[in-house]
């Protein structure tokens, strides 16, 4: 997505939820400035084991998907979308890469990135504390703002996690890329919402919100896009 379509859906965004952009951009400037330090990726750095992708995102379909995905006997490229990440390592699939914004179980997403997963850190309004408190603790790191890209940071489009790690996916190349544990419904799991006490719970109107717009924005680039979406 071409960064002047993605600030006309970035503007719906901010009217929709009452984002600030300054707030954006204050911690996209962070982000930067830490990358800029320490060292960031490019996505020709990334390695991309295979031109299928299989994106899993924290829906309530995740954990039958993945013994769906474990039994295939073909090679992909895989991204989990932050919370994810924990769902995976339980079935002791290490992910490629981790699509997160620091909401997710912290631990597992910095274990699997220890075991060499590249993390790609979405910087946003609400998550500057996150962002000073987990950064030191990661390596490996590219960086993605919401707004102008610039610097370290990145703007592949995409929204929440998921759709960004689909729209990262067909930034690598992907020539087919497979949606798992993506429900974009009215239910999220614990993978979703490390605090809830059950596997399962209703989603928040801001949550029903955020799923809505990633499924319109994945569908936007099946329709756009150079690359095969495939629906588990």
Known sequence: MEVQVWLRWYTRILDDFGFDRRADEESASYLDAFLREHGCLRVDDIDVPSSDFIVFGAGPSLRSHLKRFRALDEPMTVISADGATTALLEEDVLPDII????????????????????????????????????????????????????????????????????????????????????????????????????????????????LEYASRLIDWLERNGDVRIERW
Do not use: W
Request: with cysteine; hydrophobic share 40%; glycine share 12%.
């Open 99 to 210: 699509v997160t914004d620091l909401d997710g179980k912290m631990e597992d997403i910095i274990e699997a990135n220890r075991q060499g997963a590249v993390v790609v850190v979405h910087a946003h309004g609400n998550n500057l504390p996150a962002l000073r408190r987990y950064l030191p603790l990661l390596q490996n790191i590219i960086g993605t703002t919401q707004s102008i890209p610039h610097g370290c940071l990145h703007n592949f489009g995409g929204f929440t996690d998921g759709d960004r790690a689909v729209f990262l996916a067909a930034a690598l190349g992907a020539g087919r890329i497979v949606l798992a544990g993506m429900d974009f419904g009215e239910v999220v799991t614990r993978y979703s919402r490390p605090d809830m006490d059950s596997e399962l719970g209703p989603a928040d109107p801001v949550k029903r919100l955020k």
